[in-house]
């Protein structure tokens, strides 16, 4: 088998080249490929410049030979191979490095600032330039959870997470630079490690080691009623206390994270994710795996959860399947537990893991094996890791650093 | 006649070679017609058979048949006359005395043949015929002439009375059934065929034991009249083969090569090699191995697979950095989220579980020898002896609600109004000590090996090994600040001790047993041999009926209480001495670390039915310590809720497996 018949499509109107099967030789790789189409597309305009491709066979990303390819999935050689060619993905760009006093153990970045929250006992507030703009400092013990709130203007409403069993509602004014601690959310009886905020902005859930999952109001309670004397002493700001609890889970929540304004999605360390009704409080659906869960993230594009546990793998679930326990997929690479999970905002396909063998990884569902690039910066373990809407990419961990990278998904897009 | 009768039958006395005084008998009478004419007259005396000496004092020796006197002959001899004529006399050979008449009778020729005829049994008749052909009269052939001329009896040919009435009599008594006619006799065969019913086709049949006679080797190259070259022996190996033994010889014999089978001698070994042969067969014992066709994979027991056991550890997932020493000892917190490790550097680290990362480094005045985490879940303590001194440390981690509490427990003891003198001094660390979270100091006589809490979480015990010594154990009580010595006399050095999970059963293991009390009947309940030279570390199971003991003689025994006071089980997978044994809380899983820098996990699953024993499968070895001064692994923990197991090794480093 030296040659086979391959029929290349696309969905791109740019680089559309004509219907009609080719002879190719069966060893020919990515960049033999590559040149093929871009040889065509050369005949077919002039003005054609050189773009690297990456093609799918059957869904499938191609990562060796189309010869062995073809034999690891089972495709027949006979007929004529369909092979989508897609523009190659470029490499994310490492931008900043944004160094802490401590283990960085979660960041959320928005489209201006970056909220990380770190274990020496504070969080920070820092530009996407990678300035120090603001300290956060008000826990008593590690911050595990950090979540921008809102954005109000030049305000903005943020909450830090801690071992301390508390959450605190943080109002902080860009323009004069200004943080006070507006509420102190007590009722977690073990280390608060997860928070997430609901999409309508005005509650949050946080879970937390007790097993529990508590609903909490993210909105700003009336000051004007509160005597003025109290306020001082209450240097947190006034106590709040949960709207609602969910209980169910038997070991600690490790994740959470909300699916719709409805519906919220709870991942622990009793190897189950299970959904919840946000309204009533109670537990929708039950998937159960068979290792401790470290984090979850929820794609609204591709309707899938994916997680890391305590073992190599990226798994994907369906959240909608009754019947529990199917992992659609594992996405197999790393070689330590996975502690972080993020599905990119923008694309339906792609996520990126932070694990503890010192690696991010840009995956892409359509290549389970391999991923798309290795984001080596990281000395030692990676905790966290954030996606931002615009195509930021962020990831800290145990050497104090906090990385971020500039990621499009395409050249072409860049330039748009 | 019968005078002669009487006369022979005289004592003659031979003076003769023979020497022997002839009786003759009686028996002679019967054809002696011959007439005893040794006497010129008839003198014949009348006296009979009587003792001569009757007739001694008197000068006749007896009558004659007319009744005169018959004297006795004149005697005149001497000795030396005797003695002249026995010398001189040709016939005194032949002269007998003849006690009747007293006188001297010179037998003649005839008389001294007879005499030897008599004595040699013959018959005195020289012409006597004794073997004279017998006429048969008597015999089976009849002859035409009767013996005797009688005529018939008429009782021959008339038939008996006396038969018919006795006849009659039986035949009556047969009628009358008084009598039986003898039963026909059984004609049973004698001998029958003992194989007659045998299969001849059964594989147990007649000749199953029959072995047949190894076949004798056949000849190959060397024995050839005319072998190839090779086969022909070199001087050297000529001579080493006349040296050898005759029976180490490879060969009993030398090849030889003759130029033609017409030039081969005779056989001279036939007759030595013939009986070689029959004396291998006769004493070669010959027998039928019963080859038992078993399968050994059928042998070993059936174990499942330890792929179907899981879950249990089976990769190194996170390494804690930063201690500087070999950590003796390592505990986690009930709620699995934060770990504590005692170290040689004199420093306890409290760490979170998931992340490595070390939250809290306390420093104490010595190498710290054992931590214990209290498994109370409202209880945040942890124990820590170092030297003679075991602290109690509030590690402050966790909630919040039960760390104060935990405080507050504590400082609200007060002092009983009578202070009773107590073996340990009970002191409350104030300063720095305090803020890092001691909260009572416990002095003790001796150096502390080991301390261990209580379910509940109230009574701590501390191991003194102190071999003999009747302080090697206390119990502390926490809330009352109490110190009890359960023990006022120890066998033997304790190494370690436990209270059981469900029972008021105390555990102490001494170098080779282990003894189960119970504290409230305060008495011996168990006795357990251990089986090994050392025991290092126990752990009980959860459940409370099983133990495990790890020794320094690498070997790990599983005990059942309820089965027997020997290890069930005894392990041996370890290649070094073994530092610390574990199990699982809740799933069926058991871990010991040893010097050989290995954990070996594995399943051991206890039924609730009494009657299935205990399943033990080993399933992983997990290796990643390194080796340092000899020492691997030294303590083992396994996580409350996950099945993760914790090893902290000489190394300075604890590693987590998943």
Known sequence: MSQLQARFFTDNKKYVIDDVPFSIPAVSEITDLSNVINKLLEGKNGDHKHVEFDFLVQGQFLRSSLATHLETENISTEEVVEIEYVEKYTAPQPEECIMHDDWISSVEADSEWILTGSYDKTARIWSL????????????????GVAWVKRDGLSSLLLTASLDQTVLLWEWSSERNKLRARHCCRGHAGSVDTISVDPTRSKFCSGSWDKMLKIWSAEMSEESNRPRKKQKTEQLGPTRTPLMTLSGHTEAVSSVLWMDTEELCSASWDHTIRLWDAETGSQKNMLTGSKVFNCISYSPLCHRLATGSTDRHVRLWDPRSKDGSLVLLSLTSHTGWVTAVRWSPSHEQQLISGSLDNLVK???????????????????KVLCADWTDCGLILSGGADNKLYTYRYSACLSDAGA | CCGLLAALSLHITFSLSLSLSLSLSLSLSLSLSLSLAFCSQDIRNTVGNIPMEWYKDYPHIGYDLDGKKIFKPIRNKDELDEFLDKMENPDYWRTIHDKMTGTDVCLSDEQVDLVHRLQQGKFGDVNFNEYEPAIDFFSNEVMIHPVTNRPADKRSFIPSLIEKEKVGKLV????????????????????????????????????????????????????SYNPPPEYLLTDEERQVWEQQDPDERKLSFLPQKYLSLRAVPAFSRFIQERFERCLDLYLCPRQRKMRVNVNPEDLIPKLPRPRDLQPFPTLQSLVYHGHSSLIRSISISPSGQWLVSGSDDCTVRFWEVCTTRCLKTMEVGGPVKSVAWNPAPSISLVAVSYGENVILVNPGLGDRLICSATDQLISSYEEPEEVKDQQVQWAVPEGKAQEQGQRLILTHPKAVKQVSWHGRGDYLACVMPDDGSSLQVVIHQVSRRRTQNPFHRNKGAVQCVSFHPSRPYFLVATQRYVRV????????????????????????????????????????AWFDLDLSTKPYKVLRHHKKALRGVAYHKHYPLFASGSDDGT???????????????????????????????????????????????FSSGADGTVRLFT
């Open chain 1, 129 to 144: 330039e990678g300035k120090a703009v603001a300290t956060v400092a008000g826990h008593t013990d590690v911050v595990k």
């Open chain 1, 362 to 380: 840009l995956w892409d569902t359509r290549s389970c094996k391999a991923p798309l690039y290795d984001l080596a910066a990281h000395e030692d």
């Open chain 2, 172 to 223: 009556h008594a047969i009628k009358m059934g008084w009598i039986k006619p003898r039963r026909p006799k059984e004609t049973a065969p004698q001998y029958y065929d003992l194989w007659a019913k045998e299969d001849p086709n059964a594989i147990l049949g007649r000749h199953k034991m029959h072995i047949p006679a190894p076949k004798m080797r056949l000849p190959g190259h060397e024995e």
């Open chain 2, 517 to 556: 009390y119970n504290l409230i009947k305060q008495e011996l309940t168990k006795k357990l041999m251990a089986n090994c030279k050392w025991i290092s570390s126990m752990a009980v199971h959860p459940g409370g009926d099983n133990v495990i003991c790890g020794s320094y003689d690498c070997r790990l």
């Open chain 2, 599 to 645: 954990v070996i996990v594995c399943h051991g699953m206890v039924y609730n039915d009494l009657l299935q024993n205990p399943l033990i499968v080993p399933v992983k070895v997990l290796k990643g310590h390194i080796i340092t001064h000899d020492l691997g692994v030294l303590d083992v923990a396994f996580h409350p809720t996950q099945p993760w197991v």
